[in-house]
């Protein structure tokens, strides 16, 4: 594994971890529950596991020959002794790979046996579990640092680093080009409209794609956030 993509996948763990600290605290000695479960995978896996835990999290996502990390596909067994025994070890025994980290010496016993119960709900009771996760999600507020994130890994291909609209893709997708969103003047209502629904439907380039159905509303309320303050 290339070592400087591997700092790129920490940095980015050490940066969404910080949003939810305080919650982790207040929680930390209480009993285990599906509740802070859903919270703990949220803050912690969904970097590598996806929402749904297709394992199309930001990291598989942006980075070629990822591991897949698709929770549905297990290959170390689904019972809770299990689950638990994959989430302290990770990769560190040497039989899964050592992209799923070691979770024991970072976590806390209620938070380990939290996402462990939920990581068994994800795969026994998808539904159940998403709405779980929703719940959790709506008690939770935007943060720049999750805007940040998200923008880096899914916009700035076309938008470029800075939002200037020079991304990868600029080169190939004119008339119009990527919006260079430093000089964005549209108010959060229409933000919030165009990145859910996409450009098509709101009578603009169909490039520009639809993000509703990835991202929940505190991660696009994130995402504008952070947008809004690469103006000038
Ligand atoms: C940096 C990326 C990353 C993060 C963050 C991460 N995982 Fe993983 N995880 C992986 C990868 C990759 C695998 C697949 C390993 C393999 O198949 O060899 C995996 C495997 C697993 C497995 C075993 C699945 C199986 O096939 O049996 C479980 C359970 C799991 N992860 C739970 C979690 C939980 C819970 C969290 C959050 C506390 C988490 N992971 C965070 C990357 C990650
Ligand atoms: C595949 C390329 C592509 C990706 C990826 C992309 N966009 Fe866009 N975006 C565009 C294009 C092209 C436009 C210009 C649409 C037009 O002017 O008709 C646009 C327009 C916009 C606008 C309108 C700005 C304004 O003030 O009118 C916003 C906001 C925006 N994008 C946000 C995002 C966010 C946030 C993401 C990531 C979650 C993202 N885009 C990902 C191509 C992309």
Redesign the pocket.
Known sequence: MNPTIKSG?LAL?VLLAPSVMAAEEKQSEAKPTLEYGAE??QA??V???GREGYGDGM?PVSMKE????N?H?????KELD??RL??IY??SLGT??A???P?GDE?TYTQVES??MF?KLLITDLKKAVALMEKTEANKQPSFRLGRAIFKNYCSLCHGENGEGDGKMAKIIKNPPPFNLTLSRAPDEYLMQIITKGGAAMGRSPRMPPWGEQFSETERRSIIMYIKTLRR
């Open positions: 996948a763990l703990v995978y912690r896996c970097l590598c596991h990291l990822y591991p897949s990390a929770l596909k297990n290959r170390f067994g299990d689950l994959s989430i990770g990769g899964m790979s992209e799923m980290p979770w976590l996402v462990a990581t």
